[in-house]
């Protein structure tokens, strides 16, 4: 089955300064990478995704890249600001069946 | 905007006594998700609806555990009998079906087995 490692583990960084999430994945069949927001004591939201037909999508200051040939995608929030500060987690799956596999999760902390 | 409601939000059981969980998911959404999110890590795919048609319960311990969604709607999952290992946080998501990817998560029920 599909394996997804996610690092670090915990991120801490300005008020101001990008954050980079990454992710690696074992199944080369996995076509869809969705990333989610979870804060504390709430349900995880989706934030942004990408399928494997592109390489790079962005939404206001947050972007994901995908490297399908070296199996890996990150996480990209530039301008970092004091509500970015949540777990955030990676998953992958095959877009015919959607079994869905996260990662740990990454702790990030903005501080202001 | 329509959201995927769960029951109880916290439930505190003594092991070896039976939990059950409610979930609702957004109307039209085919696909039902059971997690289970144990604390620090991610969510880990318990169980999956198509309809009222399991897709995949190949992480579920079927000697405890059993999930249903008879009428292809609202979902049940239940833990008889509840162990001190399945304190964790049951997640219920769903999405509109299989091909539309994007999950909406429910709010959670905090399971705490003493």
């Known amino acids: 089955g599909e394996n997804v490692e996610q690092h670090p583990s915990t991120l801490s960084v300005q008020e101001g300064d990008s954050a980079v999430i990454k992710c690696t994945y074992s199944d080369s069949a996995s076509n869809y990478f969705p990333w989610y927001k979870q804060e504390l004591g709430k349900r995880p939201q989706l934030i942004i995704d990408?399928?494997?037909?592109?390489g790079e999508k962005k939404d206001q200051r947050i972007a994901v890249t995908l490297n399908k040939t070296a199996k890996h995608f990150s996480l990209h929030i530039t301008e970092t600001q004091p509500e970015d500060s949540a777990v955030y987690f990676c998953a992958a799956s095959n877009g015919g069946s959607y079994i869905p596999t996260f990662g740990r999760g990454t702790s990030l902390i903005v501080h202001p | 905007e329509a959201e995927v409601a769960q029951s109880p939000r916290y439930k505190i059981t003594e092991k070896s006594q039976a939990v059950a969980f409610w979930c609702d998911p957004i109307s039209g959404h085919a696909t039902l998700y059971w997690y289970r999110q144990i604390l620090g890590q991610g969510p880990e795919l318990l169980v999956q609806?198509?309809?009222?048609?399991?897709?995949?319960d190949s992480q579920l311990p079927k000697d405890r555990f059993s999930a249903e969604r008879l009428k292809g709607v609202d979902s049940t999952l239940k833990i008889q009998p509840a162990e001190l290992g399945d304190s964790a946080m049951y997640l219920c998501a769903s999405s509109y079906t299989t091909g539309r990817n994007e999950q909406f998560f429910g709010p959670g029920t905090r399971l705490t087995v003493l």
């Open positions: 990408i399928r494997s037909n592109v």
């Open positions: 609806f198509q309809d009222e048609s399991v897709v995949d």
